[in-house]
């Protein structure tokens, strides 16, 4: 990712000591480069301009983060960027999420919002620019003090001192005095060998409320007289609402309302468990539409088909179509992926304080700017009578960034039919049944080898919905008629093969579909590393080797794909029954390469050691980059071995974690993470362990018994006659 080179003309420095209680407060925001601009966004001069830092006279030091914490560890690796430059105390850190405002925007897409695995990318050179600033007027605070040179004085863990003689003066001494002076105009950055925290294990700042059940979740939310919903919605995608009875209902005790409201009839209690026996007896009448025949199966003979025919180019090089024209045998195969759902621990929520000229809401989001914007445009205020208090969020993984704002957005609807504080809570099952999915997609590919064995023609028609058409990033999306966010992965492979065709069917189908953590990667690498450990094997070479020659001209992709390989003891004996697969891919700026350890058991795959490397240049907080990287290795797997939604006459059949499981503890592989020392600036690492694990493992289980897998989820196949 690119940013602008700073201007220092153009830096806008706001600092108050009046604006959040008194103290030191520093603000720094980067020139914007606009990615995905939204309309209704307005300069700072709409909302009082705010800050990354608060220095306390208690000498505690509060950071405010504009990105969500859903699990990932933000919360403490943005807190190092800062405190590292400031010098400050780490004990003495603390981290508040930051309120809604343009200053809070992600410096790329012009928005606050978390996702794509950026928020330490794209805050890597912001962030440290507002800690050394801060550095900077602390100690010109206290050279004034001392009356010396601010060169004679250096700062240390939360102190000034001045070196000729030792004195010192603590931040929370300094910071009132600190918030008189002009901003600095020019900041230095420290040089890495400098770093003091950046770099070195960490504890995370959000652990301990986590498990002394302090942490406040959307769902822990609570205000006086708040009401709970729970929304009845068309059990087909496109069904209209035809006539609903509210009688039995109301009869519930406890039941105070029931009301419509565009996305259907929303039952109004005093408890969620009154909502819920109130919604169980509603008697509602759904026109099922036009969809309601659909049928995974059917979808599947569509796709395939569509695989037939070309589709939009998405990749051109070379002569694929003649090279392989010219091909005796070229080697073919079709691969699919099922539809899947976000599932997050804690379900949706989110709790809508309306009044006449005024909005509160208190929810975990990764959309914060959409999601007042829509706020604002339904309840008829302006956005900044709308103010968005962003909690933790018990997992995200893209479902709680819907540029729709769909459980927003219906919660204010219900909040403005009711016009009482309301929390509308989606269950588990409304959610799976009827939420936003990851889509299915079904690819056909070509490759042709040459009498030496390399490879040289690639063709690959992808089909797929696009989860970009009708959603305000469009525009930025769709490129020459190709979701690029559908073929990455594809699109770019990093293998040395001189013809290629990438090209791309986008059906259009009325089922909601999203980006799920690692959005197009998560398919396309299990196509990709599938296909090319086949191609490898009808080349009679080893997988590992065939794609190490491949990617002589790819430094960083073969860096980890040799370090997985050595650690994992690539070409060493396994336990009889075994088998060993490898895959590597690079998304959103890292690369990851994963070893999968496999054997089948009751005709079941079982993944008993996975050894994942990965390369996302400067590390900040090594440990959040090892659970990123075994988080995203069980979700993967999770999915891979279990997950599937499947629509049966419109409806889809799955509803809880009983029918759409994920991984036992007892399914837990033993995970090893290594990481690859760089100087490069820092890449995502909260989605980058996922592609590489599905592609990893179906290619242990070929080794282990001869049967290639092509689609996916595992459990789908009986390996009992293998």
């Not at 990965?614 to 980059?625: H, K």
């Amino acid at each position: 990712m690119r940013q602008e080179p700073i201007d220092p003309r153009r830096r806008q420095f706001l600092k108050s000591s009046a604006l959040l209680g008194g103290g030191l407060v520093i603000a720094f925001h980067l020139p914007r480069t606009v990615k995905f601009a939204m309309a209704a966004e307005e300069p700072a001069r709409t909302y009082p301009p705010n800050a990354f830092i608060r220095i306390g006279e208690d000498e505690t030091v509060t950071i405010l983060i504009n990105k969500s914490e859903m699990g990932q560890g933000v919360y403490t690796s943005l807190a190092m960027l800062v405190a590292d430059e400031l010098e400050a105390d780490w004990s003495k850190v603390r981290v508040e999420a930051a309120p809604v405002a343009p200053v809070y925007n992600h410096t790329v897409w012009n928005l606050q919002a978390t996702g794509g695995s950026t928020s330490v990318s794209s805050s890597w050179e912001q962030l440290r620019k507002v800690g050394a600033a801060g550095r900077a007027l602390l100690i010109r605070a206290a050279a004034e003090t001392w009356k010396v040179k601010p060169d004679a004085c250096h700062a240390e863990n939360g102190h000034v001192i001045h070196k000729p003689t030792q004195r010192r003066l603590s931040y929370g001494v300094l910071s009132a005095r600190a918030a008189e002076l002009p901003m600095p105009a020019g900041v230095k950055l420290k040089d890495p060998k400098q770093f003091k925290l950046i770099g070195k294990p960490t504890r995370r700042l959000d652990t301990p409320a986590k498990t002394d059940g302090t942490a406040r979740f959307g769902i822990d939310v609570q205000l006086p007289g708040l009401l709970t919903a729970l929304v009845a919605r068309p059990p087909v995608f496109g069904a209209t609402l035809k006539s609903f009875d509210p009688a039995k209902s109301r009869a519930v005790a406890g039941v105070v309302d029931v009301v419509r409201i565009p996305s259907g009839i929303a039952v109004v209690a005093k408890d969620f468990w009154s909502a819920k026996k109130g919604r169980d007896v509603l008697e509602v009448v759904w026109d099922r539409g036009t969809n309601a025949d659909l049928s995974s199966a059917g979808l599947h003979e569509e796709f395939a088909r569509l695989a037939m025919t070309s589709g939009v180019p998405a990749k051109e090089k070379g002569d694929p179509t003649g090279v392989l024209a010219k091909i005796a045998k070229p080697f073919g195969a079709e691969y699919a992926v099922p539809y899947l759902a976000h599932a997050p621990m804690e379900p949706l929520n989110c709790t809508v304080d309306l009044r006449e000229d005024r909005c509160e809401i208190w929810t975990g989001t990764q959309f914060q700017t959409v999601d007042r914007n829509h706020a604002a445009a339904i309840a008829g205020l302006k956005p900044e009578q709308v103010e968005l208090h962003t909690t933790l969020l018990g997992g995200g993984f893209g479902r709680r960034g819907n540029p729709q704002s769909d459980f927003v957005s219906e919660a204010v609807h219900v909040a403005k039919a009711v016009k009482k504080p309301v929390k509308v809570v989606w269950t588990r099952e409304d959610d799976i049944k009827g939420g936003y999915y990851r889509p299915a997609f079904y690819d056909r590919l070509t490759a042709g080898l040459d009498a030496k064995g390399r490879l040289i023609a690639w063709s690959h028609t992808l089909v797929g919905q696009s989860i970009a058409i009708g959603t305000p990033f469009e525009s930025a999306m769709i490129r020459d008629g190709v979701d690029v966010s559908s073929v990455e992965g594809a699109a770019d492979l990093p293998y040395a093969i001189p013809n290629v065709r990438v090209d791309l069917h986008s059906p259009r189908l009325e089922i909601p579909v999203l980006w799920w953590r690692s959005v197009g990667h998560s398919h396309t690498a299990f196509v990709v590393e599938s296909f090319i450990d086949e191609v490898a094997h009808a080349a009679g070479k080893d997988p590992y080797r065939f794609r190490r020659d491949l990617l002589a001209k790819h430094p960083r992709h073969r860096g980890v794909l040799e370090l997985a390989a050595k650690k994992a003891g690539w070409g060493s004996s396994l336990p009889k029954g075994r088998g060993r697969g490898i895959a590597v891919h690079s998304s959103f700026g890292s690369y990851v390469a994963q070893v999968a350890e496999v054997s089948v058991e009751d005709g079941q795959a079982r993944a008993h050691r996975v050894v994942c490397a990965i390369d996302c240049g400067q590390v900040v907080n090594p440990d959040t980059i090892a659970a990123q990287m075994e988080s995203g290795i069980v979700w993967a797997l999770s999915a891979a071995l279990h997950g599937e939604i499947t629509l049966n006459k419109g409806e889809v059949e799955q509803s809880n974690f009983t029918d759409y499981p994920i991984l036992r503890i007892d399914e837990m592989p033993v995970v090893e993470v290594h990481i690859v020392p760089s100087r490069e600036p820092p890449s995502g690492v909260g989605e980058p362990g996922v592609p590489p694990l599905a592609p990893a493992v179906t290619n242990a289980v070929f080794a282990a018994t001869g049967k290639r897998i092509r689609s996916l989820p595992l459990t789908g196949h009986d390996l009992k006659t293998v």
